[in-house]
């Protein structure tokens, strides 16, 4: 096992065993993603930064709006998990399954694409292919017999297809990033996670899946 492969892994483990404590203890979900929120801005804001100069007046302009934009989607989301945490504790569920979607996807994508390797699936992102997309849908799609009885309002057709969706988002949410990252020819959005690259490079799908995966559940 190689150097780069086990701070991986125990990069891995730490972020489960925070998500873990962030479920149980409120406490440790409102500062994790208090400091979570902040560190990603940071990303957005240094991505942004290597891709619009900053010598005309239309360039700083459009480099601020998107910074305000980004402030206000994280900070807006910051405030939904709030609400859900104490207002409307049922949701919360929904809100680890979206998240746990999301991950999945991400490995899915990873072991598949790995694995069986194949025809690209885009050029935003040449590591990405048709296959890895294929194993972000079946590795995702393991959580709805273990999540079928407890989302009891949801069928299991229902709940595959919420979860296809949800896959779906995470993943041109992952295309997005992937996106900013080639406009800014850099590899990471920062080095803060070993093996992993920065907030923003393991959030990327989760900070899209999120939303979706509440409205689809609250209104589906």
Do not use: C
């Not at 619009?52 to 302009?61: A, E, G, R, S, T």
């Not at 709030?82 to 399954?97: A, H, R, T, V």
């Not at 992993?196 to 609250?218: C, E, T, Y």
């Amino acid at each position: 096992m190689n150097i780069e492969l086990k701070k991986r892994i125990s990069t891995s483990i730490i972020l489960t065993s925070l998500l873990t404590a962030m479920y149980f203890f409120s406490f440790v979900m409102i500062i994790s993603l208090l400091i979570i929120t902040v560190i990603v801005w940071i990303e957005f804001y240094a991505l942004i930064s290597k891709i619009i100069p900053n010598d005309k007046f239309k360039d700083k302009f459009f480099r601020s709006f998107y910074k305000i934009i980004a402030l206000f989607y994280l900070s807006l989301l910051i405030y939904i998990i709030f609400i859900i945490e104490s207002y409307y504790p049922n949701l919360k569920l929904y809100l680890l399954y979206s998240v746990l979607v999301a991950i999945l996807s991400d490995i899915g994508g990873l072991v598949f694409g790995k694995t069986f390797k194949g025809k690209k699936l885009t050029k935003i992102s040449p590591n990405k292919t048709i296959s890895g997309s294929i194993g972000s849908f079946i590795f995702s799609l393991f959580l709805v017999p273990f999540f079928h009885e407890e989302l009891i309002n949801n069928s299991f057709f229902k709940l595959a297809l919420i979860t296809i969706l949800i896959s779906i988002i995470s993943q041109l949410g992952d295309l997005f990033v992937s996106y900013l990252k080639r406009k800014a020819k850099v590899k990471d959005t920062s080095d803060i996670l070993p093996g992993h690259g920065g907030f923003l490079d393991r959030v990327d799908g989760i900070i899209f899946a999120i939303p979706v995966g509440i409205l689809l559940f609250s209104f589906f």
